[in-house]
């Protein structure tokens, strides 16, 4: 079976300021991780994703994440937070069930001006 | 640009009003899922196709159906919808569906419905 945990339902962050989102992921398998973002009244849209090629990996809008085994995480993070990165962020999982994602039950960034 | 698009955006109906939902792929993807998300969750999965094979989540209520006639189209249909229905309706699709590098999800803008 497999699970995500995303700690801290809301982060607040000001503008300029590192942005760390957290991931832990619990897996039976070599995981497929993934983080997408969602703005209000959108669908979700892919940042990045982890397919076992590089244990760092880089996405869009200037976010990375890196995969530690060792920690089972996926965090994910950006140097200098933008306004325009308040948002929803989902972290998510497959590769135990064939067709299935896992999503986690999501982070809302707060970017303060 | 491929893509996933989903018609309408904004969806209202009468409690217990059938009421479908659209959803297509320039893609070519083999697989189309459909999702239900509520306030502040994850999106939570209602069914997939894998080209025409339906598959169900064995918690999907049988008010939620839903049909694929062609590779580049997919419907939800709700028979008749409570206010617990109100949501936000994502429809999503894959290249194969299997674990692997192209085992990613592309997501359509979603509908959100509105039950009165």
């Known amino acids: 079976a497999q699970s995500v945990t995303q700690l801290g339902s809301h982060v607040s962050v000001s503008e300029g300021a590192l942005v760390l989102l957290r991931c832990n992921y619990s897996s039976s398998v070599p995981p497929y991780l993934f983080w997408y973002v969602q703005y209000p009244n959108q669908g979700l849209q892919l940042l990045l994703k982890?397919?076992?090629?590089?244990?760092l990996v880089k996405g869009i809008n200037g976010f990375e994440a890196e995969f530690k085994k060792s920690e089972t995480s996926f965090h994910l993070t950006k140097p200098s937070a933008h306004m325009s990165d308040a948002a929803e962020y989902f972290c998510?999982?497959?590769?135990?069930?064939?067709?299935?994602?896992?999503f986690g039950a999501g982070t809302r960034l707060f970017v303060k001006a | 640009d491929a893509m996933v698009i989903q018609n309408p955006r904004y969806q209202v109906t009468q409690f217990g009003k059938p009421v479908t939902l659209s959803c297509s792929q320039t893609?070519?993807?083999?697989?189309m899922y459909w999702y239900q998300q509520k306030s502040s969750q994850a999106p939570k999965l209602l069914f997939h196709?894998?080209?025409?094979?339906?598959?169900n989540e064995a918690d999907t209520p049988d008010n939620f159906q839903s049909r694929r006639p062609n590779t580049s189209f997919c419907f939800l249909d709700i028979r008749s919808p409570g206010l617990g229905d109100a949501a936000m309706y994502l429809c999503?699709?894959?290249?194969?569906?299997?674990?692997?590098?192209?085992?990613?999800?592309?997501f359509g803008p979603g509908t959100r419905l509105t039950v009165l």
């Open positions: 998510a999982v497959s590769g135990g069930g064939g067709f299935k994602t896992i």
């Open positions: 999503a699709t894959s290249r194969d569906g299997l674990p692997g590098p192209t085992d990613t999800q592309y």
């Open positions: 893609l070519n993807h083999n697989v």
């Open positions: 196709y894998y080209d025409k094979d339906f598959n």
């Open positions: 982890y397919t076992s090629a590089a244990t």
